[in-house]
């Protein structure tokens, strides 16, 4: 949760990493797998036309990084709840899921006060995924080794 926090904490400026992709990668190698790719995100386009490729890298991997950070989080909340509380498996995992998703909630509340950041609801629901995701991946591990 510190570590959400703080990368919420930091302007955009400060984890803009289009400057070391265009260093550092080759770009026009990653062009023919981007091109396709054309959605509506915030009620605006995410496109090689309005993004770049830089633009649409850096934002596949920021959403990505939501679905997965909030996944980790609800695995380790599960484990942390499963090991200190002796309840019912499947009440450690809808708390955890409370605690994960409250979390995903504050995070975007907590980034309306960081400058050029923007909290948004699409954010919340991704990380929500992201940990329900882990859970039904923990609830389907927890029964088939239960089953055997």
Do not use: C
Request: aromatic content about 14%.
């Amino acid at each position: 949760m510190l570590v959400i926090f703080s990368f919420s904490h930091q302007p955009y400026q400060e984890q803009d990493i289009k400057p070391s992709m265009n260093e550092y990668l080759p770009l026009e190698h990653i062009e023919p797998l981007v091109e396709p790719i054309d959605f509506t995100y915030m009620n605006k386009p995410v496109n090689v036309e309005t993004h770049g490729v830089d633009g649409v890298v850096e934002f596949l991997i920021r959403k990505s990084a939501h679905f997965g950070i909030f996944f980790a989080l609800m695995a380790a909340t599960v484990l942390a709840l499963h090991k200190v509380f002796e309840f019912k498996f499947s009440k450690v995992l809808l708390l955890s899921l409370v605690i994960t998703v409250g979390y995903a909630a504050l995070d975007e509340f907590h980034q309306s006060f960081t400058p050029n950041r923007t909290p948004y609801v699409g954010d919340v629901v991704l990380d929500s995924m992201g940990a329900v995701t882990a859970g039904f991946m923990i609830y389907t591990v927890f029964f088939w080794k239960r089953r055997k």
